[in-house]
């Protein structure tokens, strides 16, 4: 079965700490993408790659950073969580041509205290 | 630029009401047009798409029709169970970047006995 995985369901980090988010999809896709959730506001888009090494802003992408050093991997890294970080984290993955979609993972709900 | 607006919640129906969700977009070129369902505590899952006009998506007796003259995409079902209370998104993907979703803010369901 297809999947793209999150390392964490849950976490709970301290503000000021430097906070890694793994993701990982196993279709050979091209292209993957951060998300957060928050209530009231939908999903807003963090940053999204469209190949190794390759990266793009999204909507919000101040205090975050992402790496694609392989194209089963994206990592968002949080240089320095604070307290409006707390939020569901969605990873997702879709091929390179338009039209088919993405396909999420589980998501990771972090808290920074 | 691309936008979805979908109804606002929460939705409340008891089990076997017909349901109607309204989206209707913005988009240039020729989107294609998505709904994804997230029950409590995952990630998004693809439920139907379509990505012509006059296209209609289904499944699991979910339907949705493409209409290009109305630019909408409402999601209906005949006959709403408890086990479909989640979250219901609407998305596009359109233009230059083909392969980036837009989403609507999600619409809750609350389906009762």
């Known amino acids: 079965d297809v999947k793209v995985t999150q390392s964490s369901r849950y976490l709970v980090k301290r503000t000021g700490e430097k906070v890694f988010l793994e993701c990982v999809q196993d279709?050979?896709?091209?292209?993957m993408f951060w998300y957060r959730q928050d209530p009231g506001l939908g999903l807003r888009l963090i940053y999204f790659?469209?190949?190794?090494?390759?990266?793009e802003k999204g909507d919000i992408p101040e205090g975050y950073s992402v790496s694609r050093e392989k194209k089963e991997r994206f990592s968002l890294i949080l240089e320095s969580a604070s307290t409006n970080q707390t939020s569901m984290y969605l990873c997702?993955?879709?091929?390179?041509?338009?039209?088919?979609?993405?396909?999420f993972g589980s998501g990771t709900r972090l808290t920074v205290v | 630029g691309n936008s979805v607006t979908q109804m606002e919640g929460p939705v409340t129906l008891s089990e076997e009401a017909f349901l109607t969700i309204n989206c209707t977009y913005t988009a240039t070129g020729y989107p294609s047009l998505f709904w994804y369902v997230q029950y409590p505590g995952e990630g998004l899952q693809l439920l139907l798409k379509?990505?012509?006009?006059?296209d209609k998506g289904s499944n699991k007796g979910f339907e949705a029709t493409y209409r290009k003259e109305t630019t909408s995409f409402h999601l209906e079902k005949g006959s709403v169970q408890v086990s479909d209370s989640a979250v219901y998104f609407c998305a596009l993907s359109s233009g230059g970047s083909n392969y980036k979703l837009t989403f609507g803010k999600g619409t809750l369901l609350t389906v009762n006995p």
């Open positions: 379509a990505t012509k006009a006059d």
């Open positions: 790659s469209y190949d190794v090494k390759m990266k």
């Open positions: 997702a993955s879709s091929p390179g041509t338009g039209g088919l979609g993405y396909t």
């Open positions: 279709m050979d896709h091209e292209n």
